[in-house]
């Protein structure tokens, strides 16, 4: 398989994307596969021009400018999913919601759970670690204006359903918002998970028990913690905290 000038496998159509996602045994191996896709021209072109341009308060990084893997150890029983890297968020520090302030909610809420050892997260290499808890996205290139195509969404849900499969102990999902809402259900549904029809409709503090191959596997909703919902107190940290309690009390079989 063909790599790039950083050393990771190249993938450049939707096609490949399965065939790569599929291909990986792990998620190390998953998280390089990842960080080599080309599959999307458009989010391609301006991840790479956001990366040169750069932001003025951040004219000393040197961008990450790829496609952003997960973070969270493998044992993990629960997982978040969020939407896509920010512009200069992941894409400049190259792990998932770390360096934006929507990353300054979720890993402090994290913390507050016991899920996480710190509460903020502003580089790779400051010490931040995850305990029970995996953080994905269904598109994983920073999207212009925030907002990926379904055909974006589509090319990528390869990586996402395979980082999933790769969770043997995956218990619940929370997800921030109604894009990952309704990117993860056709995921779950080749995964094997029963969907009811019709198919359950995002709100905060949504819940959603599914029969699946692995075991029930519930699936909690949460408005997402991007600024205008957290500027607006239309999320709270109060309302975050409530979700990540029951995220745990489920995955532990307490609820």
């Known amino acids: 398989m063909a790599t790039d000038a950083g050393g990771f496998p190249v993938t ?101 759970a016991g899920l996480a050892n710190q509460p903020t997260s502003t580089h790779i290499g400051d010490g931040l670690e995850l305990t029970d808890v995996r953080v994905v996205a269904p598109v994983r290139c920073a999207p212009p204006a925030n907002m990926p195509t379904p055909e974006e969404r589509d090319t990528c849900s390869p990586w996402m359903a395979r980082e999933l499969a790769l969770l043997p102990g995956l218990r619940v999902i929370v997800v921030l918002g109604g894009f990952g809402w309704t990117a993860l259900w056709p995921v779950l549904a080749r995964a094997g998970y029963a969907i009811p029809r019709p198919r359950p409709v995002f709100g905060h503090g949504a819940e959603v028990t599914l029969d699946g191959p692995r075991g029930p596997l519930t699936v909690l909703g949460c408005y997402h913690v991007s600024q205008q919902n957290t500027f607006t107190g239309r999320l709270t940290e109060s309302m975050l905290d409530a979700v990540l309690a029951r995220a745990k009390a489920v995955a532990a079989g307490a609820g």
């Open 12 to 112: 450049r159509t939707a096609p490949g994307v399965v065939r790569s996602a599929g291909a990986a045994r792990d998620l190390a191996a998953l998280d390089a596969r990842i960080s080599g896709c080309y599959a999307c021209p458009r989010l391609v072109a301006w991840r790479e021009e956001v990366a040169r341009t750069k932001r003025a308060s951040f004219r000393d990084w040197d961008y990450w400018g790829r496609p952003v893997p997960g973070f969270g150890p493998a044992d993990a029983r629960i997982a978040i999913v969020g939407l896509a890297p920010a512009a200069h968020g992941g894409n400049r520090t190259g792990r998932m919601f770390t360096g934006d302030r929507s990353g300054d909610w979720i890993f402090a809420a994290l913390w507050r």
